[in-house]
């Protein structure tokens, strides 16, 4: 007898194991991250007592609820009809939520949202690990090769890795030879940025330009994640005195270099039916 509890679409996908936790701890997530990005918005003086908080985070905060957010659900909610390309996306949100908000945890001054930003770390991240380990990887590279450009499509993320740590690298040993004090901010972006960006778009890029299954499975949500990082940071810097445009034209390059080869992963995930 037929499971009625079983999603029929769902099915279709390419996993190896159940996605119920995953689903249920993935809308926490969202429970959480909406949440703390209304409160942050309300109560923006006292959850970021500085100029500088506050011209980052409350910008972070909109994105998240108008880009992050939705990144999140409609991921889960594609993947739940049994679309290949939510699957693929939905491991990218994760990262992205790690990402934002292990820069809250590290720069926003210690408060009431000090323990949600640490569980939406904790959650994103152990759930971003069961994800991935639960996508069939070798059916994913069977059905996206010949529609991924592998060897750009890596090369672009392994780039990306580099210029981010070269520069990073360059801004630590100014501040150091400086002596300039680093405010939390920039600290926590040196760290989000080499304990997480970085070793994620050197393991997913040098995978997919080996045609690995991990560089296909994880290189579209890593694609469209710092495509939507890229096109947040232009509020922040319109916002600054004076206006940076040629960082702003720099950012908008780097999104559209981040979300091109995201198309080739839509354009092999569409046609997606299943296994035979």
Same mark, same amino acid.
């Given at each position: ?12 996908? !390419? ?9 249920? *701890? ?10 703390? /990005?209304? $409160? ?15 011209? %980052?985070? @409350? =910008? ?7 880009? +992050?957010?939705?990144?999140? *659900?409609?991921?889960?909610? &594609?993947?739940?009809? +049994?679309?290949?390309?939510? &699957?693929?996306? %939905?491991? +990218? ?40 380990? /639960? ?9 996206? =090769? ?18 981010? #740590? ?6 630590? #040993? =100014? ?7 680093? /405010?939390?901010?920039?600290?926590? #972006?040196?760290?989000?940025? $080499?304990?997480?960006?970085? !070793?994620? &778009?050197?393991? @997913?890029?040098?995978?997919? %330009? ?12 890593? $694609?469209?994640?710092?495509?939507? *990082? ?34 080739? $992963?839509?354009?092999?995930?569409? /046609?997606?039916? +299943?296994?035979?």
């Amino acid at each position: 007898m037929k499971d009625p509890s079983r999603n029929p679409a769902a099915d279709r996908l !390419p996993i190896t194991h159940d996605l119920t936790l995953a689903y249920a *701890l993935s809308l926490i997530i969202a429970l959480l991250m909406a949440g703390a /990005s209304v $409160f942050g918005l309300l109560y923006r003086d006292i959850i970021y007592p500085t100029e500088e908080l506050r011209r %980052w985070f @409350v =910008t972070n905060d909109a994105l998240n609820l108008v880009a +992050g957010l939705p990144l999140l *659900l409609g991921s889960m909610g &594609l993947a739940r009809r +049994g679309n290949l390309i939510g &699957l693929l996306c %939905w491991p +990218g949100a994760l990262f992205y939520v790690l990402y934002v908000y292990l820069a809250y945890t590290l720069s926003v001054p210690f408060g009431v949202l000090f323990l949600p930003y640490l569980l939406l770390v904790t959650l994103s991240a152990c759930t971003l690990i069961g994800l991935v380990a /639960s996508i069939n990887g070798e059916a994913v590279r069977q059905r996206l =090769t010949g529609s991924v450009p592998a060897r750009v499509s890596g090369g672009i993320l392994v780039g990306l890795a580099i210029l981010i #740590i070269a520069r990073q690298t360059a801004l630590i #040993i =100014t501040a150091l030879t400086s002596q300039a004090q680093v /405010s939390a901010g920039e600290l926590a #972006i040196w760290i989000d940025d $080499f304990v997480v960006a970085c !070793p994620a &778009l050197l393991v @997913v890029g040098v995978q997919l %330009w080996r045609r690995r299954a991990l560089g296909y499975v994880g290189g579209a949500g890593l $694609f469209l994640a710092y495509g939507v *990082l890229a096109i947040g940071l232009i509020p922040g810097m319109i916002s600054a005195s004076p206006i940076d445009v040629g960082g702003i034209i720099v950012v908008l390059v780097m999104a559209a270099v981040c979300l091109a080869p995201f198309a080739f $992963f839509v354009r092999g995930a569409v /046609s997606y039916r +299943g296994p035979s």
